[in-house]
């Protein structure tokens, strides 16, 4: 599949049925974002790929009230870093959330060729997360990317706005209104 397709096809689908988590698939994703661009190399993401049942479950309290459906999750992605791994300009600028977003999107279209639906969360606390999985408290919890197979049946716990999501993709802005050409003119 090219990369426009996978790109059309990429959604952040709520209703997840199970899917078995080998090694091999998590060495898969990492290797694909193991090779995105960064500054001067640094490479500055870090991941851990939670998908011990034992470990999805205590990662529950850690959830925003309405992330429950990530419960049906066959693993979680925790995208992790901190500023000191990455580029910090003379200006002020710290460049690791750029480089790690660029990785983390390369391992979610990677998902997404593999059959898989990759839905990054913003909605849970990073304290309880770090207290979970043992992070340190230096690093930062950048989001956590829910990962199964999406299913057709759709999920009970859903809101009814989940639910409209997930029948059609969200719409999109309109072109005109995400870029100009040669200056600024929005």
Not at 77 to 83: H, N
Request: aromatic share 8%; hydrophobic share 40%.
């Amino acid at each position: 599949m090219d990369v426009k397709k996978l790109l059309e096809v990429r959604r952040a689908y709520r209703s997840l049925e199970p899917v078995e988590i080998t090694s091999e698939m998590i060495k898969d994703l990492a290797g694909c974002a193991r090779l995105s661009p960064s500054c001067f190399n640094n490479q500055p993401w870090r991941y851990i790929f939670v998908h011990a049942p034992d470990v999805l479950k205590d990662m529950r309290p850690a959830l925003s009230k309405n992330n429950e459906w990530v419960y049906t999750a066959s693993m979680i992605i925790v995208v992790l870093s901190k500023k000191e791994l990455d580029c910090l300009m003379p200006d002020g600028r710290e460049y690791y959330a750029f480089d790690v977003g660029m990785a983390t999107g390369i391992m979610i279209l990677r998902a997404t060729e593999m059959g898989l639906v990759a839905h990054p969360i913003a909605g849970y606390d990073p304290v309880k997360v770090k207290e979970v999985l043992g992070i340190p408290e230096d690093m930062n919890v950048i989001t956590l990317v829910n990962v199964g197979r999406h299913s057709d049946k759709m999920n009970a716990i859903l809101t009814e706005k989940q639910i409209e999501i997930e029948k059609e993709r969200p719409e999109r802005l309109p072109l005109e209104k995400i870029y100009c050409e040669d200056r600024y003119k929005f």
